[in-house]
């Protein structure tokens, strides 16, 4: 088991690693009262799991999907917090993906100013990006994580076990992200060259994942809340990434990562913040998680999605972060017109 | 103008106090996108200072009272932040009485995870106390400030201008917060009691309101999120203060704090926390702004609104902050039934 400290500046976390991850909080929580949140997918597989590991929880399930993150049901959450008459020391378990992660997390920030918080990703994405950090938002007036707050779990339990029964699906998900990691840090990159034939291989995905956890909690303690700058590196294709998942939906949130990615190699590659060398190098960690980037006939639309983005400084300007070089990056500002004559790529063939 | 630090863990802010402290927002903020929340009444005083304050900005009014710090006004304000286009570098400044302060200081840290925020109280007690430390609420399900978060405003303009036009009501509600830091901090006691005669005019609620203001700073910069303890002397009197506030409304929050503070010196007496000369000083305080305690009929009734209370650490038992001499607190916990015992004085005449 790998225990990694992430040092953000509101308040530190732990991150358990490995098998038995789950187990651990019995031990870590003996005593406390446990509030947990789940998703209708999540408890449908793992009722069993969820009683066993925690025993005398309540438990609160919303529907799962990404069109539930919204504001109905961060308050149904809530409410069922206060039917349980929870205080500030009990724990809420957020037990499920991104999704469970982000609007559990942001109930509790908000329930009396603030609950303990502990992570239980059991998606791929949620183990190796969303659980970490201290993200939390709900989608809200068609943005993407448009209502939210930074608020740090306390704890993060990360067991491979509950990979096991991830679809395909999700597998591509997260491999977005760790592909995306790859691009950013120069070692995790040759890593994944190294293993290409194993990247779909839960044993090597379990050790990829702590090395993007790591990652991530150095890029978490300089920059908690994307404001001196260190943690817009993150943001590597989701600009592209966000908005098209926003105005096409139905792939998963990594797969839109990947396909920003290999959009924004491009966008790099012209506005001469890279080399050519090093798009193709971009391009060829995106093709490790997919083969062929999608036909979007009206991508240029999508324009408007990304003048909403959060992380636009300025009104008619689109924010991109992009890979200037192994390891390295630069964030661009583009106008918007720009922009969408870059997005027209997509609307093509590759 | 004074300037007083706040170094609060999650970030610094800087309270600017004095006579044109309102002004200083156009050179502090040239440039930045504005918005403005305030409340009808507020606005309709001082709709023409707002143009002339801010001139390019959007503002969003909604409705005053306490009864509309719920979801539904949270909301609007979001909604009309999100139809501004604010970003995360927008500006959005409360100005108003603590209502506002508490709201648009919620919808500032959810916006995009967090714009940048500015207070302009314009109300006593919002200038001594809610507008700084960076408490954020609405209310919710029946409990006072149920759902919130702790977001710290960049910078706080308290201008003694506004206070010319607060009603009296206002000013005891002020007056209430102030006492409570009298009895809290030995000095500023003193202070008060040898200017007692002065209490109501403006020229001294300015001098006092910076000590009050420069008490704050401290414990807020050594317990930001109200965990370590320090800042739990803050709630001297709102337990009992909040359960009335709840149970009958009508009356001003500081008018319920001194209430509160009124009834809990005998339970710090009884319970052995304080001697009874210093809690007959806690009912001299009180009586500086408070001639005679009203009669509470039902009284007892009370206790199941403080047992929602969020300062209580487990279940069926009511905490309270007692002051234990000059300067001095202790944090208590009592069964609800004590507790409801302590409250029958409030059901007869004083």
Redesign the interface.
Known sequence: MEIIQVNA??RPSRVYCGAGAAERYRELYAGAETFVVTDSNVYALYKERIAALFPSAAVCVFPAGERHKN?HSL?SV??AM?AA?L???SVVVAFGGGVTGDMAGLAA??????TRLVQVPTTLLAQVDSSVGG?T?ID??G?K???????QPETVLCDPAFLRTLPRRELVCGLGEILKTGVLDAAIGEKIEQNAARLRELSFLEEIAADCIRFKARVVAEDE??QGGARKCLNLGHTTGHALELAYGRRSHGAYVLIGMWLESFIAEREGVCSPDHARYVRRMVSLGMKRIPVFPQARGCVRYAL?D?K????GSVSLTLSSGRGAWREVSLPASAYAEYLARLEVRQ
């Open positions: 500046a509101s504001r308050f809530l409410d206060f008459q205080h500030r020391r920030a908000l329930y009396m100013r603030g993200k938002a809200y007036g943005v994580n448009a209502v939210g707050t930074f608020y809340r994307e909403l959060k636009n400084a300025e009104k």
